[in-house]
């Protein structure tokens, strides 16, 4: 009887891994189809972020804006008050930037210091991007005449800033800790906190007066854009930079 070659395992080994690949991953067609999917996805987000702009150039406040804010507004808890105030605390200057910088140490001390980069890229490229299209449409305020406005702010209001931070920031982070830490009571925790505070910010920044729903709904629109370019930027750099950074600090022998 004929002894197999050494080959032959090998051979057998390759197969089995492309034969698994296969089972694991979609077919061609199939990948063709999400991702036009995707690309359709972000170019309707586009187009309607360009079309809200367009009418918010031209409008101070719609009738709708003034309803939304009244109907949350009606919520006269000073409990209530104070949640909100916490959830658009991080927003502000220079608390944003503070917030940015613990994020990007923290990653950086845990050994991931390309996604620490991009960290601060994602946090100076929403602020830049929401100050150059406010200083472009220039829309007042909610005025205290119509809405109650807990504190009065001298700046533009389209886009919200601090929903398009929470957005491209922590989303940012949000997908960092889904697509690399292993499931675990704190990393659920982490994702929890950083989601809510993504979708509550919205809403505060209503029920403050400072923004109306459609500054809200274009801050989440143009910063949900931005943070699929965040995250396409990490990836692209992922492989190009920090190739062989440690995944996480080595334990002590001790352990």
């Excluded at 982490?190 to 993504?198: P, Q, V």
């Excluded at 709904?217 to 930027?233: E, H, N, R, S, T």
Aim: hydrophobic share 50%.
């Amino acid at each position: 009887m004929l002894e197999p070659t050494s080959e032959e395992p090998l051979e057998a080994i390759k197969d089995s891994l492309e034969q698994a690949a296969k089972d694991e991953t979609v077919s061609h067609p199939t990948r063709r189809y999400r991702i036009i999917l995707f690309q359709g996805a972000l170019l309707v987000t586009l187009s309607v972020f360009a079309f809200l702009t367009v009418l918010v150039k031209t409008t101070p406040s719609f009738p709708m804006d003034v309803q939304i804010t009244q109907a949350i507004q009606t919520i006269a808890s000073p409990l209530f008050a104070g949640f909100m105030q916490v959830i658009s605390w991080p927003g502000f200057s220079p608390n944003s930037m503070i917030v940015t910088v613990v994020i990007a140490v923290m990653l950086y001390l845990y050994g991931l210091h390309w996604e620490a980069v991009m960290a601060l890229v994602a946090s100076l490229s929403s602020g830049a991007a929401n100050q150059l299209i406010k200083s472009v449409i220039q829309r007042p305020r909610p005025s205290v005449d119509l809405v109650q406005v807990f504190t009065i702010l001298d700046s533009y209001s389209f886009p919200s800033g601090h929903v398009m931070f929470y957005t491209i920031v922590f989303g940012y982070v949000w997908y960092l800790m889904y697509t690399l830490f292993k499931p675990s009571l704190m990393r659920s925790i982490l994702l929890a906190l950083f989601g809510s505070f993504i979708l509550l910010v919205g809403v505060s920044r209503i029920y403050l007066g400072q923004h109306w729903a459609s500054d809200v709904l274009g801050a989440y629109l143009l910063g949900g854009l931005m943070l699929v370019g965040v995250i396409f930027l990490y990836q692209w750099g992922k492989t190009r930079f920090f190739v062989r950074q440690p995944v996480a600090p080595p334990r002590s022998k001790k352990e």
